[in-house]
């Protein structure tokens, strides 16, 4: 396996492994050369990884990536990735169904006839052990190799979701296409509400693929809880696997059906309780709006009274604007005036990591008596979040409350990118988004919006004494610089000699994990971005319990700090109060204390822009003409710094007074901008004075 192959084994980043190779003698030399890239044997590096404790995967999950890696390599024109997942899978379900391990030395013909005993009618299994090239060979050993996956998993079920898991890598991209990520699928498991379904229930799938929302959903259900699963998909392969999933999930037969084609066999087991489905893609130059909402519009003919449904589809369709009173914004206000609609739900970008143009959106449809409709849809837009398990979860929270309350507000809870609005109103605005036009009107009463008059007060206050500080002369500015005399030449050194002669110390910087680095958090976080000016100090924040548990090692900066990055290019960033953390490839340089004649941080920082303007990197060039260590500054006299740090210390008070000026600025815009927006501030001219803004 190559460097790149390691770091996605341990999940680290891709130059960690280089590091370990540098620096620790028993990482595994490697065993040949392709183009000039090393690789390794994959088993070393496990058992390296295994010892050491090194990255971030556990020891089990490493057995079986080496698995999936050594069944990567078996992929061959004879022996196509779909044929190779196919008997993967059906091995490890056979091994459930057997209770036994499938590679105990049994002849292949015998292990055949097992599967027909258990297959009869070859409804999940048997076919694909027997497309099989070369079964003689190939079968014992994918044998094996089912029972080492089973083995490093905690049970066949979760051996069978790594193979699904890995099935691009293993090349069987058809089944990897059209499917969301694992986020949104848990997600939209959790905001069903498959956990409050009453014992025996019926939960149905169509368009099961395979098989991720089943999957997700089981695993949301209580252990005992003994629902039905119904499924439908129009590929009869998938069909097969979906069958193999469930039944090394423990659902059998007696309690699983999946058919082929669109519909389900409700009829046979009765109406689901619980639909959940992903419409299936279609490029948004052949969609037609009212072929989709036709679809959805089929799915809820399957729901009962006190039947849920939940819609994954494409976001023009579902949440966007239609044209005024067609047959798609018709069709789509329908689901209206039944109360059918409860929810409707703009997704962050990338719900399908292979087709990132397609943004979705859900719809929570549920049928209830009329006597307990409430007439209101709960619509949020969660489009300009990010796509990370925390947005997510606070989405399937806010929807749980929604639909617990009895789809009607809580008066304890205020949904987040979200609004409570009656369905006759959008029924009323014909081609009209179903997102959130306007703040609800508890929500006009919120904290946030009743304190922002007083805020814009006291914003405007700190700008007039801003500003009657830069009058009144606080800050003195006279730098007093003339020609040096040629007959006082000055003396020069390096970075690198002042870290030599130990007036300066390095320290590195920290790599930290960027869902780690919040806004709000204990202790700030330098990155590249403060340093370089492109972000505020304070805009990265870390928490301290996080800090503690995943960082122990982490240093901070003390007073007096510079900052250095050379990436994306040269930035240096004193830290006078300290008790901050530094993130690689930013770097500490600590001036020490004693050093004779001393270094002054400003004074260093300041020479040290200078000198890296002379060298910066020049357009396509991958790094700067010279490293930091080489950059040649001035090695001032006492008296000389002494008087530089101060006109330094003058200059950045004034730049201080003026980032707050600034910053006052960007604050008052903000809050303006924000209440005006959802329509909670107005301005008026009042006649005592200038103009005002009130609340409305």
């Known amino acids: 396996m190559t460097y790149a192959e390691i770091a996605a084994l341990a999940q680290v980043k891709r130059p960690v492994p280089t590091t370990w190779a540098r620096r620790h003698p028993d990482f ?5 050369h392709e183009d000039g890239r090393p690789l390794f044997d994959a088993r070393a590096v496990v058992e390296w990884l295994a010892s050491t404790g090194r990255g971030n995967t556990d020891s089990r999950r490493l057995r079986a990536e080496l698995a999936l890696h050594t069944l990567a390599a078996w992929r061959t024109p004879s ?16 091994h459930q169904q057997l209770d036994a391990p499938v590679a105990d030395g049994r002849p292949w013909d015998r292990l055949l006839d097992d599967a027909a005993d258990l297959d009869p009618e070859d409804r999940f299994l048997l076919a694909e052990l027997r497309a099989l ?86 695993d949301q259900a209580d252990e005992d809880s003994g629902h039905t699963y119904l499924a439908a998909d129009p ?5 097969r696997l979906v069958r193999r999933r469930m039944l090394v999930r423990g659902v059998y037969e007696f ?42 519009a089929a799915l809820t003919d399957y729901l009962d009274t006190g039947s849920v449904a939940v819609v994954l589809g494409p976001a ?75 947005v997510l979860d606070t989405l399937a929270e806010d929807i749980a409350i929604w639909r617990t309350s009895g789809w009607t507000p809580d008066p304890r ?34 904290r946030t919006v009743v304190e922002r008059p007083a805020l814009i007060s006291d914003l405007e206050r700190r700008l007039s004494e801003l500003q009657e500080r830069s009058r009144t002369g606080e800050l003195r500015l006279h730098a007093q610089a003339e ?66 548990t995943a960082y122990e090692h982490a240093q901070f900066t003390l007073p007096g700090d510079l900052v250095v990055t050379a990436s994306p290019h040269f930035g240096v960033y004193v830290d006078t109060e300290g008790v901050s953390l530094v993130a690689a490839p930013a770097r500490i340089l600590r001036v020490h204390p004693d050093a004779d004649p001393p270094v002054r941080p400003r004074v260093l920082a300041s020479l040290l822009r200078a000198a890296a303007a002379e060298h910066a990197r020049t357009s396509g060039a991958v790094r700067a003409s010279r490293r930091i260590e080489d950059l040649v500054v001035p090695d001032l006299s006492r008296a000389e710094a002494d008087l530089y740090e101060a006109v330094l210390a003058e200059i950045e008070g004034r730049a201080e007074l003026l980032r707050e000026q600034s910053a006052a600025l960007d604050d008052l815009t903000r809050v303006v901008a924000a209440g005006m927006a959802d329509g909670t501030l107005t301005i008026q001219q009042l006649p005592h004075t200038t103009t005002d803004i009130v609340t409305d």
């Open 483 to 548: 020609l040096r005399p040629e007959n006082q030449p000055v003396r020069r050194t390096s970075v690198g000699r002042l870290l030599r002669t130990r007036r300066l110390r390095r320290r590195p910087g920290h790599r930290f994990a960027p869902e780690h680095l919040t806004a709000v958090g204990h202790y700030p976080v330098l990155t590249p971005d403060e340093i370089l000016g492109h972000a505020r100090v304070g805009d990265h924040r870390i928490d301290r319990g996080i800090l503690l």
């Open 79 to 94: 022996l196509p990735a779909p044929v190779l997942v196919n008997a993967l899978t059906s091995l490890v379900c056979l």
């Open 133 to 218: 090239p070369d079964p003689g060979h190939t079968g014992p050993a994918l044998a094996e190799l089912a029972d080492e996956l089973i083995d490093a998993a905690y049970n066949p079920a979760e051996a069978f979701d790594w193979i699904l898991q890995a099935r691009h890598r293993l090349g069987s991209r058809d089944l990897t296409a059209d499917e969301p990520t694992p986020a949104v699928v848990r997600a939209l498991a959790a905001l069903s509400g498959a956990d409050t379904l009453h014992e025996g229930s019926v939960i149905a799938v169509p368009y099961a693929r395979a098989g991720d929302f089943l999957a997700a959903l089981h």
């Open 316 to 390: 023009d369709v579902l949440t966007g604007p239609l044209a005024r009173h067609g047959a798609a914004d018709r069709l789509r206000r329908s689901f209206l005036e039944p109360g059918l609609l409860k929810a409707a739900i703009s997704l962050p970008d990338g719900a399908y990591a292979f087709r990132p143009g397609y943004r979705t959106a859900v719809w929570l449809l549920a049928r209830v008596p009329e006597d307990k409709r409430t007439g209101l849809v709960l619509l949020a837009d969660y489009s300009a979040q990010p796509l990370t398990e925390p």
């Open 255 to 296: 309690r699983l059906d999946v058919v082929p084609g669109e519909e389900l066999s409700a009829d046979e087991w009765g109406d689901p309780d619980l639909l959940v489905c992903a419409l299936p893609y279609e490029a948004a130059e052949t969609r037609d709006p009212k072929a989709v909402l036709d679809r959805v």
């Open 28 to 32: 595994p030399a490697p065993v040949s």
């Open 413 to 446: 809870h205020e949904p987040r990118h979200a609004a409570i609005v009656r369905g006759a109103d959008l029924d009323g605005r014909p081609g009209a988004a179903f997102t959130p036009q306007h703040r609800t009107l508890a929500s006009r009463h919120t």
């Open 235 to 239: 590929d009869p392969a998938r069909v």
